[in-house]
């Protein structure tokens, strides 16, 4: 059996929706998985992933056991446009990847929300991995275990632009900078904050999108992490952004706005102000999530 598996970039927490927040990007990794009768030969990716601790080989791995499918062997090529360590999204679609293609070897056993239980035994959190599986804007939760997600629509003018940079910053170091604590207040802030931007982002309130995007649990311990974070930030702003927040874990900058020709003015203000190759990307937003061809 062959088959190919799209998967789009995501972006997660979106200000205030730590670890719950997600949507789908239409920047995207292919991978083509082929059975075999036995062995492991992966194309497409640096030498060092070419085995079984390839993050796509774990999760088609483990997705066949959970099925009670027998591994026989597999030829897997990988074409990566998705930035790695970036905040993109780059390590759930991989996984995403996996968990499709062996669900597909298996008959397709599992659901979409089986499979993003699966997954989230490699990832943690579904807040990418929900976006990759259902496309769109999407918010989810996790009880004893099990998660369900809920996908919103987002006004037809909002888009979402992203910077992203020349360096990687790795999701570990991102979590060692947040503290083990939190307090009322600032939990309360964002709960309240989440639930008010889902709907602004829905309706299209512009002044209740750029208020209720602040954050107060992650992105105060990770803004220093990121090179030339303020700079990037207050150009966003002077261009009329209508709110930036971190992209994930980040280094990548994420910027909400209305206007067609806001990317183009802030590549022109990074590449004369920054040092630390900014990219300015305005990918539009995905809304099928991933998608896969049997040939």
């Known amino acids: 059996m062959k088959c190919v598996v799209r998967v789009p970039a995501t972006t997660a927490n979106l200000g205030p929706g730590f670890d719950s927040f997600g949507c789908a990007l239409g920047i995207y990794n292919t991978y083509t998985f082929e059975t075999i009768p036995s062995g492991l030969e992966i194309t497409g990716c640096p030498k060092k992933y070419r085995n079984e601790k390839n993050l796509t080989v774990r999760a088609y791995l483990m997705t066949l056991e959970a099925a009670g499918v027998p591994f026989e062997g597999l030829r897997m090529d990988m074409e990566a446009n998705i930035p790695l360590s970036r905040g993109l999204g780059s390590s759930a679609a991989m996984i995403v990847a996996g968990v499709v293609a062996a669900n597909a070897v298996a008959g397709y056993p ?155 003015r802030l590549a022109s203000r990074l590449a004369k102000e920054t040092s630390r190759g900014w990219r300015v990307l305005a990918p539009e937003i995905d809304r099928e999530g991933y998608v896969i061809t049997e040939i």
Do not use: W
């Open 110 to 264: 599992f659901d979409d929300r089986k499979m993003l239980e699966l997954a989230m035994r490699l990832e943690g959190h579904p807040d990418n991995l929900a976006p990759a599986f259902y496309g769109g804007l999407t918010a989810s939760m996790v009880e004893e275990g099990l998660p369900d997600t809920v996908r919103f629509e987002m006004a037809k003018d909002l888009r979402f632009v992203v910077c992203v940079p020349e360096f990687e910053l790795s999701t570990s170091v991102a979590r060692k900078a947040l503290p083990a604590k939190t307090t009322y207040a600032d939990a309360v802030y964002n709960l309240s904050h989440g639930a008010v931007l889902l709907k602004a982002l829905e309706t299209g309130n512009k002044p209740v999108i750029t208020r209720a995007l602040r954050d107060r649990l992650h992105q105060p311990y990770r803004e220093s992490l990121i090179a030339e974070y303020d700079i990037v930030r207050a150009a966003a702003l002077e261009e009329g952004a209508l709110g930036v927040c971190i992209s994930g874990a980040g280094p990548t900058v994420l910027a909400l706005t209305d206007n067609l020709t806001f990317s183009l």
